[in-house]
RNA sequence: GCCCGGGUGGCGGAACUGGUAGACGCAAGAGACUUAAAAUCUCUCGAAGUUGAUCUUCGUGUCGGUUCGACUCCGACCCCGGGCACCA
């Protein structure tokens, strides 16, 4: 008999051959079919940017596990794969290393690819996409046509963070304290038009889909719901003294509307011009608002600034009570959102108060909590929470829900005020002033306007990607790009020189994938109406906002537009953790990256993938050890030897229960509550960790019994056990599992495989073990009939001598008996 | 400040609906095999006390509560991670 030795199953030779198998034959290659149930896997398609890293490891194993097992369990899978080609890096390598964007992003795409092959992964490589190929982007710029017509799309100025030395304006998030991430040189603002979809059409729809969401992490659902944040009030106007103009507040606390003491309004608000020009004030007005300006860049990183501001001179009137209030510049009040100018009510706002505080205005409360009376009229916070009003007029005694409706009514009957919903959701800005992205298909013309580039001129391309030292300089600095002549009138005319956010092309990626070859439509109504929604979404929680909530925004766009007959576009989403090791996540200035190439070359892409799919449940972070990788790799040598020594078994029928002796009964138990135990691990929450250590236990129970009682165990029992360790794992760890299925004789490959079926009756143990408590305590243990009444299991109790020591002559007052699990007495 | 997660052995993590805390794996220690090592196999492995296999007490961030029984439920608090941040 061959010995243990130190024989480690050949990964280079198993791996390599099954990849080249699945590349040959495309197993994985899919068509709708109507008489089989779809299940769409997705992956967030990874950026380009070289190599993959362990994030994509683990997201895209995750992503495996899911297809295999849905596939195993008879759905039709579609499970694609593609590239979020566009995007700045690109930029940065050709001005770095002199390449061209489109030379560096293909190259990088090539390398990657080989690198999710080398993986195993069972993508329908047909559907592969690039969001930087023109046969995406003209489908983009289509939608975005159509987007127009529809007046989802405008234009408009805005302020943007531009860094004067780069020459290009940044997101947001590229402005790390105040300065461009890539130069460190201050960044400025700057006005400048900008092309807006108008997500905020949406904003309710968005909202209220929410709800429909059940299979998303209630984390990412909150996220999305505040992002929107919308919040229903007042919008009230309030006539401005010796003037002929209003002054419109939106509050959502309508009933503090007797309170107000002084107004507040932006210092970018339109109307303060004229409340200064020529008065006493206007020189201290302007000096605060050009101060406040420089300001406002900094204070962004503050955790709560100071607030400024300063007295217009001018005063407006409270239309409920006819009070003159005075209307201040304050450096706290956003232009960007409700009207640009608050109500100030210091008794019930914090950041009133905090106003009136710092310039000695009135505090008049209006509000009091329900319970207590109070008559301070210096409280020393603002009182924030909904109460019982005072001194308001007619409204005084309501509560303050009721004086919100009745102060609204009161307000719309009167013509000076109206209900009214805001949102913290604004529009996209999609313009981007950079070359590698999707040009927006619009031209300028001196006579006609704005005009869109004509169906059949698309796609308008990209200049420069045809030659490997083409032109890479942001499109309005490409003469031969934006000289064009105008599609209507024919005069010359400018192309617009703006590219889109790259975020524009993740929000229908998953769409294109079920007809990603279409030459006459951006997405098949008929593929999608097959393929889509995504059944489960995989991705990492960075995207929890901004990408997920783009891509439901375009897919209602899309349903709209009659493209798609659905209203969200996945319907269960997995949010993994991050991959850290030491304790941080994996960064090159921390210097503990882990390359999955070498960790792949060292141990095989099974061990691997077994390793980040064991280590954590997929939603927690994954802290990387190397030494769980060692075990990983030692589960597999140790299935393999199993597998090999008992080669002899696979010969043999399967046994009938009644016909087996004990060792045999047992292992066949033991391989039933596995199946149980992995499915419903895969099935509720996709905890891999403990699917995986429930196949460990199996393993080993089968290695023990195999060893001790060779003999005895019948090989028409333990072929059907290790032929369900290979069916079980074959999820996570595919080309050993195909190998070792080829080598026990079968002669059609794993993906032909179905799931093993679990026979509640063959789980079933006859025997188990109950736990024994006197008050509460652990005392004993007993053997019994599974099948044993509570009776009987109560006397057996009784008569444990353990228990009777610990009942020390004392009689129960009271005893619990859990059916199968436990009895306790109390005494 | 607000909103989410999370706190369990030396480590990653298990624990059904309130019912044996620590599955599985890693590390560590001891032993077997070996000339030796590697590999493999076996055993030990929360703490303290006691002890001849044993047993007892304590133990799931802290304090309190509910319960026959709490990692699990309730209340208050502490710490760590993430998100938002003057949104009127």
């Known amino acids: 008999m061959k010995m243990h030795n130190n024989d480690k199953y050949d990964f280079k030779a198993i791996e390599a051959k099954w990849q080249k198998r699945w590349l040959d034959e495309q197993p994985y290659r899919v068509t709708p079919d109507p008489d089989r149930e779809k299940y769409y896997v997705l992956e967030m398609f990874p950026y380009p940017s070289g190599r993959i890293h362990m994030g994509h490891v683990r997201n895209y194993s995750i992503g495996d596990v899911i297809a295999r097992y849905k596939r195993m369990q008879g759905f039709n899978v579609i499970h694609p794969m593609g590239w979020d080609a566009f995007g700045l890096p690109a930029e940065n390598a050709a001005l770095k290393h002199g390449i061209h964007p489109a030379r560096w992003t293909y190259d990088n795409i090539a390398y990657m690819r080989e690198q999710l092959r080398a993986m195993g992964l069972s993508y329908d490589w047909d559907r592969e996409l690039a969001t930087c190929d023109p046969d995406y982007y003209r489908w983009e710029q289509l939608i975005f046509l159509k987007m127009m017509e529809k007046g989802l799309v405008y234009r408009k100025e805005t302020t943007v963070n531009w860094c004067d030395s780069c020459q290009?304006?940044?997101?947001?998030?590229?402005?790390?304290?105040?300065?461009?991430?890539?130069?460190?040189?201050?960044?400025?603002?700057?006005?400048?038009?900008?092309?807006?979809?108008?997500?905020t059409a949406y904003a309710d729809e968005l909202l209220d889909g929410l709800e429909t969401l059940t299979g998303w992490p209630e984390k990412v659902v909150t996220m999305q719901r505040n992002w929107i944040g919308r919040s229903q009030g007042l919008a009230c106007d309030f006539r401005i003294e010796n003037h002929d103009q209003v002054l419109t507040i939106f509050t959502t606390r309508p009933d503090t509307i007797f309170g107000v003491t002084f107004m507040s309004v932006a210092?970018?608000?339109?109307?303060?011009?004229?409340?200064i020009s020529g008065t006493e004030h206007e020189d201290r007005v302007r000096d605060f608002i050009r101060k406040a300006l420089v300001e406002k860049q900094r204070q962004a990183l503050d955790a709560e600034p100071e607030k400024h501001g300063v007295f217009t001179g001018a005063y407006c009137l409270n239309p409920f009570n006819g009070e003159r209030i005075p209307i201040f510049v304050a450096d706290f009040v956003l232009m960007e959102y409700g009207t640009g100018a608050v109500m100030a009510v210091p008794a019930h706002d914090r950041r009133d108060f905090d106003f009136a505080r710092k310039y000695d205005l009135p505090i008049r409360v209006v509000v009091q909590p329900a319970d207590r009376e109070t008559t301070d009229t210096a409280p020393a916070e603002a009182y924030v929470e909904p109460g019982l009003l005072v001194d308001s007029g007619p409204f005084s005694g309501m509560d303050s829900q009721a004086a919100k409706e009745a102060i609204i009514a009161h307000a719309e009957q009167h013509g000076f005020g109206k209900a009214r919903t805001t949102y913290r959701l604004r529009d996209w800005g999609i313009s981007r002033q950079r070359y590698w992205g999707t040009p927006i298909p619009v031209i300028h013309?001196?006579?006609?306007?704005?005009?869109?580039?004509?169906?059949?001129?698309?796609?308008?391309?990209?200049?420069?990607?045809?030659?490997?030292?083409?032109?890479?300089a942001p499109l309005h600095r490409q003469e031969?790009?934006?000289?064009?002549t105008c599609?209507?009138?024919?005069?010359?005319?400018?192309?617009?020189?703006?590219?889109?956010?790259t975020f524009v092309e993740s929000s229908w990626y998953f769409a294109r994938y079920t007809s990603p070859r279409s030459t006459t439509t951006p997405i098949d109504r008929e593929a999608a109406g097959y393929w889509l929604p995504v059944d489960q979404y995989i991705g990492g929680v960075e995207h929890a906002i901004l990408h997920l909530l783009y891509s439901r925004f375009f897919t209602r766009v899309?349903?709209?537009?009659?493209?798609?007959?659905?209203?969200?576009?996945?319907?269960?989403?997995?949010?993994?953790?991050?991959?850290?090791?030491?304790?941080a996540k994996m960064s090159k200035s921390k210097g503990n990256v882990v390359d999955p190439n070498d960790l792949i070359n060292t141990y095989g892409a099974d061990t691997v993938r077994l390793f980040s799919l064991f280590a954590a449940p997929p939603e927690r972070d994954l802290e990387w050890n190397a030494q769980g990788v060692d075990g990983a790799s030692r589960f597999l040598n140790k299935v393999n030897r199993l597998i090999r020594s008992n080669l002899d078994c696979f010969g043999s029928a399967p046994l009938d229960a009644d016909t087996m002796n004990p060792p045999s009964r047992l292992l066949h138990r033991r391989t039933h509550q596995t199946i149980k135990r992995v499915s419903d691990n895969i099935e509720k929450n996709f905890h891999f960790n403990t699917a995986i250590s429930a196949v460990m236990e199996l393993v080993n129970q089968a290695t023990t019994l195999t060893a001790e009682s060779r003999k005895e165990l019948q090989p028409g029992v333990l072929r059907p056990c290790?032929?369900?360790?290979?069916?079980?794992?074959?999820?996570?760890?595919?080309?050993?599992?195909?190998?070792?299925?080829?080598?026990t004789g079968h002669d059609q490959s794993m993906d032909h495989a179905a799931w093993p079926g679990f026979d509640p009756e063959a789980a079933r143990e006859d025997e188990l073990t109950v736990v024994v408590q006197v008050n509460g305590k652990v005392r004993s243990r007993l053997t019994v009939a599974a099948d044993i009444d509570n009776e009987l299991l109560r006397q057996q109790a009784l008569a444990d001598e353990r228990v009777r020591h610990f009942?020390?002559?004392?009689?129960?007052?009271?005893?619990?008996?859990?059916?199968?699990?436990?009895?306790?007495?109390?005494?």
């Open 267 to 275: 210092v970018e608000h339109p109307l303060i011009e004229q409340l």
């Open 445 to 472: 013309c001196q006579r006609c306007g704005i005009v869109p580039v004509p169906e059949k001129d698309l796609p308008v391309v990209l200049p420069g990607t045809d030659t490997p030292d083409g032109s890479h």
């Open 558 to 583: 899309l349903r709209d537009l009659g493209y798609l007959a659905i209203d969200e576009p996945f319907a269960n989403l997995l949010t993994q953790g991050m991959v850290i090791k030491d304790g």
């Open 722 to 743: 290790l032929e369900t360790v290979l069916l079980l794992l074959f999820p996570m760890v595919p080309h050993f599992c195909e190998e070792l299925w080829e080598l």
């Open 168 to 199: 290009t304006v940044l997101a947001r998030e590229q402005v790390i304290d105040g300065c461009c991430w890539r130069c460190d040189q201050q960044v400025v603002p700057r006005t400048m038009h900008g092309w807006f979809f108008k997500i």
């Open 480 to 484: 031969e790009f934006y000289a064009t």
């Open 487 to 501: 599609p209507e009138c024919g005069e010359a005319a400018r192309r617009e020189t703006d590219t889109m956010d």
């Open 807 to 827: 009942m020390a002559g004392k009689q129960a007052k009271k005893i619990i008996v859990v059916q199968g699990k436990l009895v306790n007495i109390v005494i």
